[in-house]
Structure formats: structure tokens, C-alpha cells
């Protein structure tokens, strides 16, 4: 929304630009993919600990951890950014669902992140 409001910016790849589809994909793939299953993981273990969710909890952090397959793949060519070979929204959507996956371990007890996209 920021970019589109206050832009134009070049964290946005707007459409005419060859990368626009991948930008679009990807701000959808951490906006959706990766945070859906992170948010369940926040409610089940923070919000309702005691309702007997332990199996729940694993299972959405087990399925965060396997959404990063795309991510894993895309970053093997050893790139920097995501997309148009620059920092862009859809890098910031990301690494914030990489971050929130460390801050909350998922990283360390379900992962580990694969080498590519821990040093992303």
C-alpha cells in the first residue's frame, strides 16, 4: 500500500518493468505462504497454550518451514534480490516472514533454513 500511495519508488517494480509478475508473486507468496502459517503458529502456542494445540502448533510450524521450498529453489542461482536486480518490496515481505521465523525458532527446532536462504 506505502509504495503504491507515496511512490513511485524503486522498491517497486512497476508493471512495465520484465520482473513485475515475480514481484507480484512473490509479495503474495510472503504475505500469504509463509505468514498464514507463522499467525496460526503465534495463536496456538501464545494465545490458547492450554487447550492441549501442541499438535497444532508443530504442524503450522512444519508447514512454514516446507513453504520455503520456492524460496529455497529461487535463491540456488546464488542472486541478492528476488527480483528486477534490486532491493524491493517484495524482498522486505519476505525476509520480515525469515524474521519472524527466527524470533519465534522456528528456524532452529523445525528448520534448518536451507544455507541459500539463512544467508539471504
Do not use: H, M
Not at 1 to 14: A, C, H, I, K, T
Not at 24 to 30: G, L
Not at 85 to 112: H, N, S
Amino acid at each position: 500500500y506505502l509504495v503504491e500511495r507515496f511512490g513511485p519508488s524503486p522498491l517497486q517494480v512497476q508493471p512495465y518493468e520484465d520482473d513485475f509478475g515475480a514481484y507480484s508473486d512473490w509479495v503474495k507468496y510472503a504475505e500469504v505462504a509463509l505468514t498464514v502459517p507463522q499467525r496460526e503458529f503465534v495463536r496456538f502456542a501464545s494465545q490458547e497454550p492450554n487447550k492441549g494445540l501442541g499438535e497444532a502448533v508443530a504442524a503450522y510450524a512444519k508447514w512454514f518451514v516446507a513453504r520455503l521450498r520456492l524460496l529455497d529453489q529461487a535463491l540456488e542461482d546464488g542472486r541478492e534480490f528476488l527480483c528486477a536486480g534490486r532491493f524491493t518490496i517484495a524482498d522486505i515481505c519476505v525476509t520480515y516472514a525469515l524474521l519472524l521465523g527466527t524470533r519465534l525458532g522456528l528456524d532452529k527446532k523445525y528448520g534448518p533454513y536451507a544455507p541459500q536462504t539463512a544467508a539471504y
